[in-house]
Structures are given as structure tokens and as C-alpha cells.
């Protein structure tokens, strides 16, 4: 199953009159022609005045592609298409040092843009003898391979976005399995509130 993230879309009502706008949306490899005949519809929710949006849930593919979409506007009179807009999504490494090895775990919160919407990748740490957290042992033994490691303890993950854009992200940071559970912890690190910054 592929997993999906979230992006969202706006749209600004050019005048009075309308009652829906909804977006089709679809990917393909770069420089191949958009499949309409599996596109996905959402409806642009009303915000404030004249804005609309919608998250578009996009696909997280190990290389670049491009998402293609439009708007279908239904006013009291008539309905019409927006040109098709074509973005190039792209992905980018993140890491988290634990210099003291306190963690077994760590996420990444990322978003783009604003308004924003929220998204999490789970990270792996370098070293370990498997390729996903989804393929790890149970948290007490996960607990004693990740103290095995030699220190700093790295934790690599991915975010995803429209190429040229900025990404803001933080780390969930997690401690289970230890020997006395009351020692278990889950806390997050987004830089003082400032959090961190890539550019896709």
C-alpha cells in the first residue's frame, strides 16, 4: 500500500455567484502526460471571503514526479475548468542526532506553506539490522538494540513537497522499552518554536 501525504490547495473565488469548486488532481512520471480517467475529486471547503481550499492526498514515491490538477467551478450560470497546473514533487532527507542515546524512536512533523496541514514520517536509525521501524522487534528488545549502537544516534526520515517550496518540521522524540516502564517518555523538539527549515 502506498502511503499518501498531505498538501493543500487554495483557490480565490473571483466574484460573487459561486457554489462549488472542486479539484481534480493526479500524478505521473515527469514528462508523461497526466491519466485523467483516474484523477481524485475533492471539494474546496469556504475560509474567509472568497478563499477555498482542500488537501490533496499525494502519493510519497521514493523518486520525483509531477502532480497535475485543475478546478472545476459550478456558478449560478455556468461551470468552467481552470488551466491544468503541473508541480514537480520532490523529497528531501531529514536527520536528528541523539548525541546521548536517550531515544529508541524519533518522528518527523512536517508541513508546507499556510495554512498548513500537518504530516508525520517515521525515521530509522542509522546502524540498525533492519530497514523500517515497521520491521522492528517489540519496544523491550528494540530498547537493547538501539543502546548496542555506538554514539550519536541518527535518525534519518523523509518529507515530501513542491519543488522550490520550504518545509517546517520537528521531531517527536521517544523513549519506550527501558527496563522500568516509569522511565518511558514521549516528548517533541521544535527548535525553542521556531522549528527547522529545508528548501525542496
Same mark, same amino acid.
Given at each position: ?17 459561486? =457554489? ?90 512536517? =508541513?508546507?506553506?499556510?495554512? =498548513? ?84
Amino acid at each position: 500500500m502506498t502511503p499518501f501525504f498531505s498538501l493543500r490547495k487554495s483557490w480565490l473565488d473571483p466574484g460573487p455567484g459561486i =457554489s462549488m469548486v472542486q479539484a481534480h488532481y493526479t500524478w505521473s512520471a515527469r514528462e508523461v502526460a497526466p491519466d485523467w480517467s483516474a484523477a481524485e475529486q475533492v471539494v474546496l471547503s469556504p475560509q474567509d471571503g472568497p478563499l477555498r481550499t482542500a488537501v490533496l492526498e499525494v502519493p510519497r514515491l521514493d523518486s520525483g514526479f509531477a502532480l497535475h490538477h485543475f478546478f472545476f467551478v459550478v456558478g449560478a450560470d455556468d461551470r468552467a475548468a481552470s488551466p491544468v497546473f503541473t508541480e514537480d514533487i520532490v523529497s528531501a532527507e531529514v536527520a536528528y542526532e541523539d548525541a546521548s542515546g536517550e531515544f529508541t524512536a524519533v518522528g518527523v512533523v512536517w =508541513s508546507e506553506g499556510e495554512p =498548513s496541514v500537518p504530516n508525520y514520517t517515521s525515521t530509522v536509525m542509522d546502524g540498525l539490522p533492519f530497514e523500517t521501524m515497521g520491521d522492528a522487534p517489540d519496544e523491550g528488545s528494540l530498547y537493547e538494540f538501539v543502546r548496542a549502537q555506538p554514539l550519536p544516534h541518527t535518525f534519518r526520515g523523509r518529507v515530501w513537497g513542491v519543488r522550490g517550496t520550504r518545509i517546517r518540521y520537528g521531531f517527536h522524540l521517544i523513549r519506550h522499552g527501558r527496563p522500568d516502564p516509569a522511565d518511558d517518555l514521549e516528548s517533541w523538539d521544535d527548535n525553542g518554536g521556531a522549528g527547522w527549515t529545508v528548501e525542496l
